[in-house]
């Protein structure tokens, strides 16, 4: 299977009972809109979506409970939930500090999957989406911030696009540019799969 491309949506869910949280539900509601029809581009081209989330602290809680949780909660929470909670194609993982990558299955994964191009969406943008977008170029990874469906406070939210765009860690794209893009990277993604099979 030939995935190259990969959606990787990262703190998604969220109790929001941090300092700043109550400020950044609502922004995070409305990040989980667009990634939801960022998720709905990806099925129509079969490409795999990945969660990593936090375990909210607790190491005897599954993403299942977690999910359950954050509908339990109710408000930006149970919102956010019912819009994204994983279907059976999807794939998670449990994170324990800022980036995905840290002490987690996901390069595996990743490998497994043949993924060589990431899409990250979800929050906070300034911590745990920078962290991952910082770990995913230093694997070599293409590395892709969906703009749109990211969260941050809002006086977080340009100096850690300023640090994305100048680090070279990452481009940047909206939505529109990040849809039209998979058609693209699809048609460059064949032809080099072609390509390593005459070598």
């Not at 400020?23 to 990040?31: E, R, S, T």
């Not at 994964?109 to 170029?137: E, I, P, Q």
């Amino acid at each position: 299977m030939q995935s190259r491309t990969a959606l990787l949506l990262i703190d998604i869910f969220s109790l929001f009972d941090f300092p700043g949280g109550r400020q950044l539900g609502p922004l995070a509601a409305q990040a989980a809109v667009r990634a939801v029809a960022l998720r709905r581009a990806f099925d129509a081209r079969g490409l795999p979506v990945i969660h990593a989330n936090d375990n909210f602290g607790d190491w005897k809680r599954d993403f299942p409970a977690l999910v359950e949780a954050c509908r339990q909660h109710g408000g930006p929470a149970a919102g956010i939930a019912d819009l994204l909670a994983p279907r059976p194609s999807d794939y998670f993982i449990l994170k324990p500090k800022h980036s995905a990558f840290l002490a987690t299955p996901l390069p595996v994964l990743l490998a497994k999957l043949d993924v060589k191009r990431l899409v990250l969406a979800g929050m906070a943008l300034d911590s745990c989406v920078l962290a991952t977008a910082m770990d995913a170029n230093s694997r070599e990874y293409e590395t892709i911030v969906a703009r749109e469906a990211t969260a941050a406070l809002p006086d977080r939210r340009q100096p850690a696009l300023q640090t994305l765009q100048r680090s070279g860690a990452a481009k940047v794209l909206g939505n529109r540019q990040v849809i039209a893009q998979l058609g693209k990277w699809a048609r460059a993604d064949a032809h080099a799969a072609e390509a390593d099979r005459k070598e």
